[in-house]
Nanobody, 125 residues
Framework: QVQLVESGGGLVQAGGSLRLSCAAS????????MGWFRQAPGKEREFVAA????????YYADSVKGRFTISRDNAKNTVYLQMNSLKPEDTAVYYC??????????????????WGQGTQVTVSS
């Protein structure tokens, strides 16, 4: 069992930056591939970024490529999402998730075993 807690969300102007953190407890994070997803009001949850267990592989949604960076510190049991050049369309609740399966990374929400409670990111124009 893994418990995930996101933090770092908030209100920022367009063009600004935020850094989200996802702290894990219960089991070592190095056993899991990790992902970030987001859900805007009235929309389905969508994939944002994923990182493999060793951080050797990362993958991004086209909408955030070049602006967001996913990273992890397994010693601190924490995953990060650095978000730069934020746009109003990035406004959403952001969730981190842990995947204990065999794939290095996955973009499919249904493949993830554990989810955090989410943190709100609001980007004003």
């Amino acid at each position: 069992q893994v418990q995930l807690v996101e933090s770092g969300g908030g209100l920022v102007q367009a063009g600004g930056s935020l850094r989200l953190s996802c702290a894990a407890s219960g089991r070592t994070l190095s056993s899991y591939a990790m992902g970030w997803f987001r859900q805007a009001p009235g929309k389905e949850r969508e994939f944002v970024a994923a990182i493999s267990r060793s951080a050797a592989i990362t993958y991004y949604a086209d909408s955030v490529k070049g602006r967001f960076t996913i990273s992890r510190d397994n010693a601190k049991n924490t995953v990060y999402l650095q978000m730069n050049s934020l746009k109003p369309e990035d406004t959403a609740v952001y969730y981190c998730a842990a995947d204990g399966g065999r794939s290095p990374i996955t973009v499919v929400a249904g493949s993830y075993d554990y989810w955090g409670q989410g943190t709100q990111v609001t980007v004003s124009s």
